[in-house]
């Protein structure tokens, strides 16, 4: 009986050390995560669209490299910056720094993602997943609500 017993400890022991994250110390507050994502549809078909999340950095600092869906042709990042005579400009963004445990939002009229060929089936109400890579060798993988433009709630 007593041998049963220390089996059956050991083996909960075993499973409480397996989860699918790596760390089973980790917390939201200290790792790297996705969060609040969502997709801005496009005003004209045809054009690109848009997605906003934060990211939340682990307990090291990594850099996001790149941004890829299956149900897009092409995501890029980019960033809109004021420029002269009140005007804004975008500009590419190749790689941006997640500082360990501080926050990288992107958001309407900073940065954001731009989703070229967005799938024809991704509407208002709908989800479309992102992968995030980083230069770490780390992927996360994001649900991003599809929102109509002009629907700005969190």
Known sequence: MRAAVILVGCIAVA????????DNN?????????SDA???????????????FTIHGGPTSDRLTS???PQVRRAEMHETMA???GMARM?????LAVP??????FAPGGRHVMLFGLDAAATAGREVRLDLAFASGRTLAARA????MGDERQ
């Not at 980790?26 to 790297?32: H, I, K, Y």
């Not at 360990?100 to 939002?105: F, I, K, L, N, P």
């Open 100 to 105: 360990a445990g501080g926050t990288v939002t």
């Open 15 to 22: 499973i409480g050390g397996c989860s699918s994250g790596g």
């Open 145 to 148: 609500r599809v929102r109509a």
């Open 26 to 34: 980790a917390t939201d507050a200290n790792r790297l995560r996705v």
């Open 67 to 69: 941004i890829s869906s």
């Open 83 to 85: 420029a002269d005579h």
């Open 38 to 52: 969502w997709i801005r549809l496009a005003a004209v078909p045809g054009t690109p669209s848009a997605a906003y």
């Open 91 to 95: 500009a590419p963004v190749e790689q």
